[in-house]
């Protein structure tokens, strides 16, 4: 697997709103169809899920981790509507650890890949951002 860099988390959060959306929804794409060796091959596995390779993550969290509210994703308030992001990081953890399938880890992270999906096709969305 071919992943996105950290570099280009911080080259898509710079950029734009809209950059940084399609950075992340690249990002959870590829968690989504990585084998377990394809995920073990990359030098930063463990924090795969993590807001570490989120392009919006980077660009709205704010140096102190709390500006998420900012984050389109933070204004939809994902954590409210059934613990989104938080599950399907979790059931990353759980998937590389063997203690649930692949099919799972897919079934509990396929919301956020939905969400971050819902972002980049809402051009008029108040919550996503356009410049």
């Given at each position: 697997m071919n992943w996105i860099t950290k570099i280009e988390v911080e080259s898509a959060a710079i950029d734009?709103?809209?950059?940084?959306?399609?950075?992340s929804?690249?990002?959870?794409?590829?968690?989504?169809?990585a084998t377990k060796r394809e995920v073990r091959a990359h030098e930063r596995w463990r924090v795969l899920a993590l807001?570490?390779?989120c392009a919006l993550c980077e660009r709205y969290r704010g140096a102190d981790g709390g500006e998420c509210e900012k984050c389109p994703v933070g204004k939809i308030?994902?954590?409210?509507?059934?613990l989104i992001w938080p599950n399907a990081s979790l059931a990353f953890d759980r998937w590389m650890d063997g203690k649930i399938s692949r099919?799972?880890?897919?079934?509990?992270?396929?919301?956020?890949?939905?969400l971050l999906e819902s972002l980049e096709e809402a051009k008029d969305c108040p919550h996503t951002p356009q410049n």
């Amino acid at each position: 697997m071919n992943w996105i860099t950290k570099i280009e988390v911080e080259s898509a959060a710079i950029d734009s709103g809209r950059a940084a959306i399609e950075c992340s929804v690249a990002h959870w794409r590829q968690l989504l169809t990585a084998t377990k060796r394809e995920v073990r091959a990359h030098e930063r596995w463990r924090v795969l899920a993590l807001g570490t390779y989120c392009a919006l993550c980077e660009r709205y969290r704010g140096a102190d981790g709390g500006e998420c509210e900012k984050c389109p994703v933070g204004k939809i308030k994902p954590c409210e509507k059934g613990l989104i992001w938080p599950n399907a990081s979790l059931a990353f953890d759980r998937w590389m650890d063997g203690k649930i399938s692949r099919r799972q880890f897919r079934k509990k992270a396929q919301p956020m890949l939905d969400l971050l999906e819902s972002l980049e096709e809402a051009k008029d969305c108040p919550h996503t951002p356009q410049n």
